[in-house]
């Protein structure tokens, strides 16, 4: 009895750890909602009569919510993990549930204006999801930021072929049926994450901090089999109800399967605990005895310096102090560039394939999110790793991405046959890569103390980006080659619809590489640093107890 109640904290803490992980990614799997606009928006350009630019400012509405994430990075620091998430679900009820009453029909259409107060909730709602999500698991898992970023952003962007595919399978595409979906199901998945998703003191969260990466490891390999899975799926040519039925029953079972983690995690610590009751406890500790020592006296001379001067890059800053620092407006411009492009893409998914010849756009819209998440998953594990290693700068990996998204826009400039499968997977990759390389970047250079707020203002390039790039650029650009329908719409076939937008993107990705390679050479010294004290302290251990 007396073993039991002394060792269970540290068996409970991993446990809850990692089933806490656990439920950060079903909440991930479904906070990719706003990236489906796609998915039905050709009903709302129909059921609305809008035009091209109206239908792209319904998209910036939607994106514009994202701006209201101030909002959720102030909440961080304030409400418990718990609330965030409820608000984000309740708000994506209401707004999702608005919009699928006027696709459905149930009520007629509502003022412009009304719908894009609804978008503006919709798109909101995630930014609550995200912020409780990722702010909570970066301080948990704190040695293994890129992992732990590019393991939850991949299933973000898996999110948008989760919901696109189920929706095929049980729906057949229904418009309706879709945003019913969109409601309901991430407000199921986040009530559920209120009781096992919390942040947890930096002592406690450390427990089990050896086992992280073999961890991480199983996430990555049941990720990347959905994401097979979901592809091989999505080239089934008409696949029958049997066949639908079947499919759904096997990705749930997927979904569900990280559960085994916690639970042998629980297993193996209680088991270690019964065989080890000292070795147990002695091994359990964040840090060892003298790198302790060395931390109290880093702190204290860290306060010091701190009265004296303004933090440099890599130590934690304000809000203030980081948005005076040349380094953060880098990382946002940069940003900008590379989401907001990759946005507009997404965005005018449906119009994209209309002028191009593809009536059917779900095919392009998983593409884009499956191999998203390869591009989230495999950066920020590469990352880390190229950090580990050879100190190498994470924002060198913004500009390889940049540079591949421009290729991507060249060859959808060109409307060459099979150009719009490979331009969909090359912008899918590349904007996975921005978002998986920026979360863990942002809390390397400026800070984990506000990275919930510092997180959200980064997150304004998705308005930003999709107001310029998509609402005026591409709104404008197409409007000017379309032709006007009966009943007050437009529409435009061919590749020259969107070529000169594809033009001005590929620009805007070249400028974001110089912003890159900048940034990565004004920050090579924080890398290095990270790089050495993520390096084995064996050799420091046997120095110590000499």
Known sequence: ????????????????????????????????????????????????????????????????????????????????????????????????????????????????????????MGGNSTTWMNTAVLVTCIRNFRSNRGPVSGILKGFVGLSTAIFTTLCSALFADDPASFLVMLSVVPFAVCLTGIFFLRELPPTVAAAGDAEEVKYFGVFNIVAVLIAIFLLVYGFVPSPGVLVSRVFVAVLLVMLASPLGIPVYAYLKGRFEAGNDVEGQMANEPLLRSGEKDSERVAAVEEETLEEKRAPVVGEEHTIFEALKSVDFWILFLSFLCGVGTGLAVMNNMGQIGLALGYPDVSLFVSLTSIFGFFGRIISGTVSEFTIKKAATPRPLWNAASQLLMAVGYILLAMAVPGSLYIGAILVGICYGVRLAITVPTASELFGLKYYGLIYNILILNLPLGSFLFSGLLAGILYDMEATTTEGGGNTCIGGHCYRLVFIVMTGACIVGFFLDILLSFRTKTVYTKISISKKPKKSLSVTSSR
């Open 1 to 120: 009895m007396g073993t039991a109640t002394t060792f269970s904290p540290p068996t409970v803490s991993t446990t809850t750890k990692w089933l806490g992980f656990v439920a950060a990614v079903w909440i991930q799997c479904i906070s990719g909602n706003n990236y489906t606009f796609s998915n039905y928006s050709d009903a709302l350009k129909s059921l609305m009569h809008l035009t091209q630019l109206e239908l792209n400012n319904l998209s910036v509405a939607k994106d514009v919510g994202k701006a209201f994430g101030l909002l959720a990075g102030l909440a961080s620091d304030r409400f418990p993990t718990w609330a965030i998430l409820l608000i984000g679900s309740v708000e994506g009820l209401i707004g999702y549930g608005a919009q699928w009453l006027v696709v459905s029909q149930r009520i007629q259409p509502l003022a412009y204006w009304q719908m894009c107060v609804f978008l503006c």
